[in-house]
């Protein structure tokens, strides 16, 4: 396991734009970001292997949030933009180092505290 620090997150309205930055301690393969609202599981929605050649988001961010990665820096960033009402919910950071993995928190070791996104309108 590895220590997950994020940053980022806040309030912002309808419309508006924020962006979730998440630093390791050591290596992972892979980096995601989940996201959860109360009574409900958390769901991945966006994943980026460490080379940055894979990338991945759910459909319901697809054309608005966008995942990088400084592997150097051992960061992940996700930029969201165009923030709708329903993307209201805590954000995880998480990472893996499966040789095979999937977006799917059973695959995911290590993870951040969580941070706060509400988007009001």
């Known amino acids: 396991q590895v220590r997950l620090v994020e940053s980022g997150g806040g309030s912002v309205q309808a419309g508006g734009s924020l962006r979730l930055s998440c630093t390791a301690s050591g290596y992972t393969r892979y980096m995601a970001w989940f996201r959860q609202v109360p009574g409900r599981e958390r769901e991945a929605i966006a994943g980026?292997?460490?080379?940055?050649?894979?990338?991945w988001l759910d459909d319901s961010v697809q054309g608005r949030f966008t995942i990088s990665q400084d592997n150097a820096a051992k960061t992940v960033s996700l930029l969201m933009d165009s923030l709708k009402t329903e993307d209201t919910a805590m954000y995880y950071c998480?990472?893996?180092?499966?040789?095979?993995?999937?977006?799917?928190?059973?695959?995911?070791?290590?993870w951040g505290q969580g941070t706060q996104v509400t988007v009001s309108s």
């Open positions: 980026i292997d460490s080379s940055g050649a894979i990338t």
């Open positions: 998480a990472a893996g180092r499966a040789s095979e993995w999937r977006w799917m928190a059973a695959y995911f070791d290590s």
